[in-house]
């Protein structure tokens, strides 16, 4: 069955000043994305949810590199994965996983890749990073969630629901033999958490590799520094301006 034509109410809201805000924004993160080596072919997705929408959401397109997307490449769909505005089509698995993530977690920003590093670590049989090894790592303590299990290609919308009750509030889920979800109020928020995951992971993974024994910090110690990295956000906004100076 062909899908719905877009509305004037649909093209309106997808021209709206504040949302094509959004698209350019979401385009950015997708382009910094790809240049710090975090996409993995056209494949994952970024999300963001309309406030007051009923669950309409941006979502970047099926078939495009992240680093050619550009806010007039981002569709608007529903809940129900219909398109209500762009000139793209959009792929199965992405409103599988990010609609359950917005209903069912209530996250406003979800960005999910395969990353290589946080990948890494969902293969081993901890299936996430240690929150109290690196700096890096700290700023996620009592932040994430393990998804320990891997049920193949999400296709469809009950193992995007189990994916989003598995998060149990986590901003970070890392999924088992599969990738991890960032969450986050805001795209500028979101795309630091992400690249400072990776780059812990990085660390993590390059440590582990020299077969020395890792030295963590105590509990309390990483709990009290992802305190500190929570109440200084402007930098993350200031890594997002940056980007978008240099990467246009």
């Known amino acids: 069955m ?22 350019d924004d979401l385009a950015l993160a997708l382009r910094a994305a790809a240049h710090h080596g975090l996409g993995e072919g056209v494949c994952n997705h970024f999300s963001v949810a309309l406030p007051g929408q009923a669950g309409a959401f941006l979502l970047n397109p099926r078939g495009l590199m992240w680093s050619e997307v550009r806010a007039d490449d981002i569709v608007l769909v529903d809940a129900a994965g219909n398109k209500l505005a762009g000139r793209h089509e959009v ?13 069912i977690a209530g996250k406003a920003c979800v960005l999910h890749t395969h990353m290589p590093y946080a990948t890494a670590l969902t293969l081993t049989e901890a299936r996430m990073l240690d929150t109290t090894l690196s700096q890096n ?4 303590h009592g932040r ?24 149990d509030g986590a901003d970070i889920a890392f999924l088992g033999n599969h990738g991890v979800v960032v969450c986050g109020e805001r795209i500028d928020h979101a795309f630091d958490d992400l690249y400072y995951l990776e780059r812990a992971c990085c660390a993590q993974v390059l440590a582990e590799s020299t077969g020395r024994p890792l030295v963590p910090v105590e509990a309390a110690l990483a709990a009290s520094v992802a305190g500190q990295a929570r109440s200084e956000r402007l930098q993350s906004t200031l890594f997002f301006e940056a980007l978008r100076r240099t990467l246009g």
């Open 91 to 103: 792929e199965p698995t992405a409103m599988f996983i990010h609609a359950a993530i917005h209903q």
């Open 137 to 140: 790592a700290m700023r996620f």
């Open 144 to 167: 994430v969630a393990a998804d320990r299990r891997y049920n193949g290609l999400a296709l469809d919308a009950a193992e995007g629901e189990r994916i989003a009750r598995a998060m």
């Open 2 to 23: 062909p899908r719905p034509a877009p509305t004037d109410s649909a093209l309106s809201l997808y021209q709206d000043a504040a949302v094509a805000a959004l698209r």
